[in-house]
């Protein structure tokens, strides 16, 4: 009676199926690497901290709430969203981070046998639900970094329900121009799903760049993610969302966990998103931070990927892993992309001027006692 039958209980999909470790808490981490100071630049968080007005709503949150069952479909944020994009309330599901969203269209869709269409070097995500939920992910490499529409497409055969475009493209900030999706949704049909993945939407002010909820009412079979953990800076509260047609959005509801979207987090998401000046705040810290990280690796000879969202990647001539480490006894977070099939590139998220320097400086240091010099 002291050992559990695992060979029988787990589905061979499982049995290879590897958990993401997340990284230990900064408590632990600044303990073991011997800093007092941590700058956070490994999740693409927003530096600045939440907008003022949702930081009022924490701060004046009435305690006993904390007893009391949160709105189960967050009903007046879906209100809010819905007059801000002009749409439907019923066109948008709130989720627990737009993470969570991302398994509710995977079990909506997806039977036995079925599979999704995404990238090889993308957000991990799509893959791991689909994988863990025993459907294959197709994994289309990028072409030039970037999503390749094509290859997706002749990837696409009659089990295919679900196709994932991150855009920008989390880790490469690569993106797709408004007429490059719209071609790409034609070409896919209404036999399928198309899910934009538009986390850093508010971070884009690029010509050609397309706002997925202008496209809904063209294209019944568009899902639109959006979430508050990026620009809006509330990534601890969990929130996150999708848009689509009212069609599609009544199905993808039938497999939404109902209370999964906290009190305070539906609060805070409501107070934030007006808040157009926060946005722009944000917008210029990231185009002051670019710069200053596009001048240091000029200098020290780095290539680099960056385009739209506050992150960059950044090639180095040595292991991720190693840089890591020894960025961690300066204080600095970065992200190692091996485990992302991008081997010896980190990924930085742009942040405010004290932290960028501090990178910089780190960076300078670990490659002068390496073989560089
Ligand atoms: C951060 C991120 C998300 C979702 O984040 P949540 O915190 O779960 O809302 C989704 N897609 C991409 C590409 C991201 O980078």
């Given at each position: 009676m002291n050992t559990v039958n695992?060979?029988?209980?787990?589905?061979?999909?499982?049995?290879?199926?590897?958990?993401?470790?997340?990284?230990?808490?900064?408590?632990?981490?600044?303990?073991?690497?011997?800093?007092?100071?941590?700058?956070?630049?490994?999740?693409n968080e927003n530096a600045l901290g939440p907008p003022a007005a949702a930081r009022k709503v924490i701060e004046e949150f009435p305690q006993e709430q904390a007893s009391i069952y949160p709105s189960g479909d967050s009903y007046h944020l879906r209100l809010a969203l819905a007059q801000r994009f002009g749409l439907h309330e019923d066109q948008f599901l709130v989720g627990n981070g737009a993470t969570e969203v991302i398994s509710f269209v995977i079990k909506a869709f997806c039977a036995s046998g079925d599979?999704?269409?995404?990238?090889?070097?993308?957000?991990?995500?799509?893959?791991?639900?689909?994988?863990?939920?025993?459907?294959?992910?197709?994994?289309?490499?990028l072409k030039d970094q970037a999503f390749d529409d094509r290859a997706m497409l002749e990837a696409m055969d009659e089990q295919t329900k679900v196709l994932f475009v991150c855009n920008p493209n989390n880790p490469t900030g690569t993106w797709w121009s408004e007429s490059r999706l719209r071609a790409f949704l034609d070409a896919v049909g209404p036999e399928r799903v198309v899910v934009v993945d538009e986390a850093y939407f508010e971070f884009m002010d690029e010509p050609g760049y397309p706002d997925g909820m202008k496209l809904l009412d063209e294209y019944p079979n568009l899902v639109v993610f959006r979430t508050f953990s990026k620009a809006y800076a509330l990534a601890g509260l969990r929130i996150g969302y999708l848009a689509g047609s009212l069609e599609v959005v009544e199905v993808i509801r039938r497999t939404c966990v109902v209370y999964s979207v906290n009190i305070l987090a539906q609060a805070a998401a409501l107070a934030a998103l007006p808040d157009e000046g926060h946005i722009h705040r944000t917008r210029e810290m990231v185009k002051q931070g670019k710069e200053f990280l596009f001048q240091v690796l000029n200098r020290l000879g780095l290539p680099y990927l960056s385009g739209g969202g506050n992150y960059a990647?950044?090639?180095?001539?040595?292991?991720?892993?190693?840089?890591?480490?020894?960025?961690?006894?300066?204080?600095?977070?970065?992200?190692?992309?091996?485990?992302?099939?991008?081997?010896?590139?980190?990924?930085?998220?742009?942040?405010?001027?004290?932290?960028?320097?501090?990178?910089?400086?780190?960076?300078?240091?670990?490659?002068?006692?390496?073989?560089?010099?």
């Amino acid at each position: 009676m002291n050992t559990v039958n695992l060979d029988r209980l787990v589905p061979e999909y499982i049995k290879g199926f590897e958990a993401y470790i997340p990284s230990k808490p900064d408590d632990v981490l600044k303990r073991y690497y011997g800093v007092h100071h941590l700058f956070r630049m490994n999740n693409n968080e927003n530096a600045l901290g939440p907008p003022a007005a949702a930081r009022k709503v924490i701060e004046e949150f009435p305690q006993e709430q904390a007893s009391i069952y949160p709105s189960g479909d967050s009903y007046h944020l879906r209100l809010a969203l819905a007059q801000r994009f002009g749409l439907h309330e019923d066109q948008f599901l709130v989720g627990n981070g737009a993470t969570e969203v991302i398994s509710f269209v995977i079990k909506a869709f997806c039977a036995s046998g079925d599979n999704i269409v995404t990238a090889d070097k993308t957000f991990a995500v799509y893959e791991w639900v689909a994988e863990f939920s025993g459907l294959s992910a197709r994994l289309i490499p990028l072409k030039d970094q970037a999503f390749d529409d094509r290859a997706m497409l002749e990837a696409m055969d009659e089990q295919t329900k679900v196709l994932f475009v991150c855009n920008p493209n989390n880790p490469t900030g690569t993106w797709w121009s408004e007429s490059r999706l719209r071609a790409f949704l034609d070409a896919v049909g209404p036999e399928r799903v198309v899910v934009v993945d538009e986390a850093y939407f508010e971070f884009m002010d690029e010509p050609g760049y397309p706002d997925g909820m202008k496209l809904l009412d063209e294209y019944p079979n568009l899902v639109v993610f959006r979430t508050f953990s990026k620009a809006y800076a509330l990534a601890g509260l969990r929130i996150g969302y999708l848009a689509g047609s009212l069609e599609v959005v009544e199905v993808i509801r039938r497999t939404c966990v109902v209370y999964s979207v906290n009190i305070l987090a539906q609060a805070a998401a409501l107070a934030a998103l007006p808040d157009e000046g926060h946005i722009h705040r944000t917008r210029e810290m990231v185009k002051q931070g670019k710069e200053f990280l596009f001048q240091v690796l000029n200098r020290l000879g780095l290539p680099y990927l960056s385009g739209g969202g506050n992150y960059a990647m950044i090639k180095l001539p040595m292991s991720d892993s190693l840089a890591y480490r020894k960025l961690m006894t300066q204080g600095v977070m970065v992200r190692t992309m091996t485990g992302f099939r991008f081997p010896n590139w980190i990924r930085l998220s742009i942040s405010g001027m004290e932290a960028m320097e501090a990178f910089g400086r780190g960076l300078g240091r670990i490659l002068d006692k390496g073989a560089r010099k």
